[in-house]
């Protein structure tokens, strides 16, 4: 018989993977999910979660590596996706968001993040800062300057619409800082990586900045054939 779950203990349990993630505490965040999906199967938030946290931290991974983590994320996602009648439109909205991020399609990412903002979820500016400034590095690795910068302004102005709504989840200011970066605004650029590592309470040497000062850097190159902007 499947254990039952009130919708307070639910959110209880959710709120602490959340808080955990945002502490970049993947793997206690993944370990909790996992345990919490397969005791309650029938509660799609758990599903949910597992599959997202199964391939958020990319640390110490090969591109292979993560290409096949995220195949794998978007498969678990695509199930869920047939089961969405059931669930609340923030709910509906989160599983979209993840699986337009892990199937990496990010105009898809963006347009949802649209669609989701003119319905009232404002939360959803997130999948337009996240899906614009991914566009931005893909027009930018192709060395088409102009989209670039134009998808990186718009993503610019989704986080900060975005931050009205929550100023304090940390991945959202690696995303931005990516939008400052490729406008080759450094010093608000690592303002806003600084900021992700003050709030997951990590150090200012973490590994995952330098992988994103990295990655800036050669869309920038790419671009403008500049300096780096990054020290």
């Known amino acids: ?5 009130s919708q307070s203990e639910i959110e209880k349990f959710a709120l602490k993977i959340r808080n955990l993630s945002n502490n970049a505490e993947y793997k206690k965040a993944h370990q909790l999910s996992k345990t919490l999906s397969e005791k309650y199967p029938n509660i799609l938030l758990f599903a949910y979660h597992e599959a997202v946290l199964s391939a958020e931290d990319d640390t110490g991974c090969t591109s292979a590596e993560i290409k096949a983590r995220h195949k794998s994320a978007a498969l678990k996602l695509k199930k869920l996706l047939k089961k969405l009648r059931s669930v609340s439109p923030n709910l509906r909205a989160g599983i979209r968001n993840e699986y337009y ?8 990412q963006y347009l949802l993040g649209r669609e989701q903002v003119r319905r009232g979820i404002k939360r959803a500016y997130y999948a337009q800062g996240v899906g614009a400034a991914m566009l931005a590095k893909k027009y930018g690795q192709q060395e088409r300057r102009k989209l670039c910068l134009r998808w990186a302004k718009r993503s610019e102005r989704a986080w900060l619409s975005f931050f009205t709504v929550d100023s304090e989840w940390f991945n959202s200011y690696f995303f931005y800082a990516r939008a400052l970066g490729y ?10 990586l600084l900021r992700a590592c003050k ?4 150090p200012k040497d973490w590994e995952v900045l330098r992988d994103i000062r990295k990655e800036i850097d050669m869309v920038r190159w790419k671009i403008s054939k500049s300096k780096p902007v990054s020290s």
Do not use: D, V
């Not at 018989?1 to 779950?5: D, E, I, Q, W």
């Open 1 to 5: 018989m499947t254990a039952l779950l």
């Open 101 to 108: 991020w892990f199937s990496h399609q990010p105009y898809k």
């Open 183 to 192: 406008q080759g605004r450094a010093s608000e650029m690592e303002a806003a």
């Open 199 to 202: 709030i997951s309470e990590k």
